[in-house]
């Protein structure tokens, strides 16, 4: 009787474990992206500041930066659409080759329509990296998956 | 005075198609890496690519941070980054060629034109040469450049581990596609 019982617990245990790493490895597989709304930024600063980053040290910046949440609040230098409707913000001023393009996000895609040029914003993106100005277009930083927000 | 009015005019529109040189910072460059019998899709969009060419001389130039990727599924996003072409260590990915057949393309005059392209693709720390047709597409002064090609993992030191090995290819199919502005002197 007392066998059984111990059994059935060990069965039971079993069971409740199956599942829990099911459940886990479902949810891990079908993960989405962080959605950037509500994610904290890791940095908070100018554009400018990070520009100059940089371009002073491409490794180190690399390190400390690629790959986390920005929020970086610059002006409205230009705005590309693409053929398929896609915008990108790009910040910095129209005295410097250099500067921030945000590949903004589908989710906002909409509202970065209504941006006005040369009006400032804070955007949210994920730092990709540093595009050296090895081609003479100016160097760049890109973010991606970008949204405005207000302040 | 309308001889001259029109020399103006043909000069100027001369002058606005004969940019030599054409780029784009928002190229985009997407792969699909899905073994033949996979349940599901492995590929990714990269939208910021930079691409220019040189029309006089053919030169073509891509580079492609490779952090730029967009997935579907984040877990797919980190494994590309972090265990396939290690993201941290190897943040760019470039190609340098030649359109080798450049003096039949007109960059002046809308149309299709074919294009061969040779040249060398560094990725993954590896430099391999690639050979591939693409297209040309001439339309209002603009340049849209289209090409695939396939890059064999194994060439670029990319290992693809046996547990997904029927859902990662042992190549990624790259699909090229970029509209080039002129570039203002």
């Known amino acids: 009787m007392k066998r059984k019982k111990i059994i059935y617990r060990i069965i039971f245990i079993v069971v409740l474990l199956t599942i829990g790493v099911g459940l886990y490895a479902y949810n891990e597989y079908n993960r989405k992206n962080v959605d950037l709304a509500d994610a904290k930024p890791a940095f908070v600063m100018s554009e400018t500041e990070l520009i100059k980053e940089f371009s002073q040290d491409q490794n180190a910046s690399n390190k400390k930066y690629l790959g986390k949440i920005m929020e970086l609040s610059g002006n409205i230098k230009k705005i590309d659409t693409d053929e398929n409707g896609f915008h990108t913000i790009i910040l910095g001023s129209s005295v410097n080759m250099n500067s921030v393009r945000c590949s903004i996000d589908s989710s906002f895609n909409k509202e970065a329509h209504d941006l006005v040029i040369g009006s400032s914003i804070t955007i949210k993106g994920i730092c990709t990296g540093f595009n050296a100005d090895d081609l003479g277009l100016g160097s760049d930083v890109i973010l991606n998956r970008s949204i405005a927000i207000k302040k | ?185």
């Open chain 2, 1 to 185: 005075m309308k001889i001259s009015i029109l020399l103006i005019a043909v000069l100027s529109i001369a002058s606005v198609s004969n940019a030599q040189k054409f780029f784009t910072k928002t190229g985009k460059i997407n792969f699909d890496a899905t073994a033949p019998k996979s349940p599901e899709n492995i590929d990714g969009v990269n939208k910021n690519s930079i691409c220019v060419i040189d029309s006089k001389t053919g030169e073509l130039q891509f580079s492609v941070l490779m952090k730029g990727f967009e997935f579907e599924r984040a877990l797919m996003m980190e494994h590309f980054n972090e265990n396939y072409v290690e993201s941290d260590k190897f943040n760019k990915t470039t190609f340098k060629g030649n359109i080798t057949n450049n003096e039949s393309i007109n960059y002046s005059k809308d149309g299709v034109y074919p294009a061969k392209v040779k040249g060398k693709l560094d990725m993954h720390g590896q430099t391999k040469d690639i050979e591939t047709e693409g297209k040309i597409i001439i339309k209002a002064g603009k340049v849209q450049v289209t090409a695939n090609f396939n890059a064999q993992f194994e060439d670029f030191k990319i290992a693809i581990p046996q547990l997904v090995a029927d859902k990662v290819a042992k190549f990624a199919k790259i699909n090229v596609d970029c509209t080039l502005d002129p570039l203002a002197k």
